[in-house]
């Protein structure tokens, strides 16, 4: 083996090692609990109602983590594996797994071809601006298939209706933020909150 061809193999190798690690501590629990700490604060932050400003930096594997380790009781039945990748510049990248027969049992049409638990991808713009949000989508797949924004909004609507959204939510409403935050600024791999 050539010398140049073995320093590429160790790099590769090294590289490869790397990125295995990286993705090992992507999420954790101590990450998950500083972001549950942060969400505490900013909503303890909103009821004191403060004279000044609060930044407060939430980090892609804090989001990532939180997911995985305390948002499952949340989520409705049928979403699971929801992450984001936090691009920049706005721009978010996310993917959760959607139960396509709990949508189908309401639905006819093409919802009875398409069935089993299925990744969902979406890419995005958030912007944001005196305490209301607006979430652009660019594009949708499900399982790498490209999926029509209406189909999208079929599914978005079923697992978001209750009480006070009896027909769920809509992809392009804006939408208030809550504990009284007035802008999310998205940079790459965090987003600061601003209060």
Do not use: C
């Not at 999420?27 to 972001?35: K, V």
């Not at 949000?133 to 999208?152: I, N």
């Not at 009284?180 to 209060?195: M, P, R």
């Amino acid at each position: 083996m050539s010398d140049s061809l073995r320093l590429s193999a160790v790099v590769s190798f090294a590289l490869l090692t790397f990125l295995v690690t990286t993705e090992a501590v992507t999420t954790s629990r101590p990450q998950s609990d500083s972001f549950a700490k942060k969400l505490a604060i900013m909503r303890q932050h909103a009821a004191e109602s403060p004279k000044s400003a609060r930044r407060t930096t939430l980090t892609e594997g804090e989001l990532n983590s939180w997911f995985v380790y305390r948002a499952p009781p949340l989520l409705p039945v049928g979403v699971k594996d929801p992450s984001v990748t936090v691009v920049g510049n706005g721009k978010l990248v996310g993917i959760v797994t959607v139960d396509l027969d709990d949508v189908g049992k309401s639905k006819s049409g093409a919802w009875n071809v398409l069935g089993g638990r299925v990744p969902i991808s979406l890419s995005g713009v958030l912007r944001t601006k005196d305490g209301k949000g607006q979430f652009d989508l660019q594009s949708a797949s499900l399982s790498g298939v490209p999926l029509p924004k209406f189909l999208l909004q079929e599914i978005v609507a079923h697992y978001t209706r209750d009480e006070d959204h009896p027909h769920g939510i809509r992809l392009d409403d804006p939408f208030d933020l809550p504990a009284s935050i007035k802008q999310i600024d998205v940079g790459q791999g965090q987003a600061v909150v601003i209060q």
